[in-house]
């Protein structure tokens, strides 16, 4: 984690391992003569889409032999920018395999996308890193994760992409078949923040169907203007609760901000109602909403479901509260 004021950001350090084969290309399916090919001017090109996450010198040993790789790549058909060097295939009668195999540390910042550009692909992650997310054209064949880490191996062939393994010029989906990993801020203030103003709504309406129960229950004749104030410190909270977790932890900075709201309207709804002991029982609806939001927001997996039965019975109370209220005043 890296932090520049009160934001953070994720940044990676990895160890790269590249190994495998190319095949001698054979362009007599395209009807092009081996005669007509610049064997000399052959390139193998590395792309890399940050360039200033190299800390050090890249070589590739290729065929045992170690050659290192240039700034740049010859044209952008395949790689936006990355590295490259010029093969040294002199003799297009000589028809090798070409096995490779390097390392290289690399730095990013939250993600990492490779393309599967091999007519078989395998690759295998292992971070300590505990809440990732997969993401791009392909999941994860097995995938494994702890509070230690994770790790996650893919394997995809060519045939599940849509672009052949040879092409000349630019081949349509290059960019769609990127697959990889990205590595997710466990729901950080600004997450929980957001979740909470989510329910901005159903506090403000139990809030004022509240008030509108104990108005029509208790003759308490209770003006719009009231109504407005009291939807507007009920907005507050979540300014509040935004600006005050930028500085100290967001559990804390919801009882902070929670509290202080309550208190601001139960004092006000003590004045309207003129009766303590209905203030004191909005201010305990008031904590059981605020403490029913909070619980659900601190979840990542039950958060729907706790959500859904809450409101279930939060309706059939008032349901039930409402079953007996003569509502256009009229003689049974």
Known sequence: MRHRGIYEAVVYKSDVSLMGYFRFPDFAEWNIAPSDILWKETTLSLGISDLRGIKQRLTINLNGNPIEFNPGVENNDVHESGVSIRLPIADSLNKPDFKFDMSFKLNGSKEMYFMPLGKETTVSIKSDWTNP???????????????????????????????????????????????????LIPVDNYQKTYRSAKYAILLITLSFTLFFFIEVLNRKRIHPFQYILVGVALCLFYTLLLSVSEYISFNLSYLLSATAIILLISLYAKTIFNNLRLALL??????????????????????????????????????????????YGTEK
């Open 133 to 183: 997310s997969f993401d791009g054209a392909f999941l994860p064949d097995t995938h494994h994760i702890t509070d230690k880490g994770f790790d996650a191996e893919w394997k995809i062939f060519h045939l599940n992409r849509n672009y052949g393994q040879k092409f000349r010029g630019a081949p349509t989906g290059l960019q769609e078949s990127s697959f990889g990993v990205k590595l």
């Open 282 to 327: 909005f201010s305990l609806v008031l904590i059981i909403l605020y403490a029913f939001v909070f619980s659900i927001i601190q979840l990542q997996d039950y958060a729907l479901l706790l959500g859904s039965l809450g409101l279930f019975i939060v309706l059939a109370l008032v349901m039930y509260l409402s079953r007996k209220i003569n509502w």
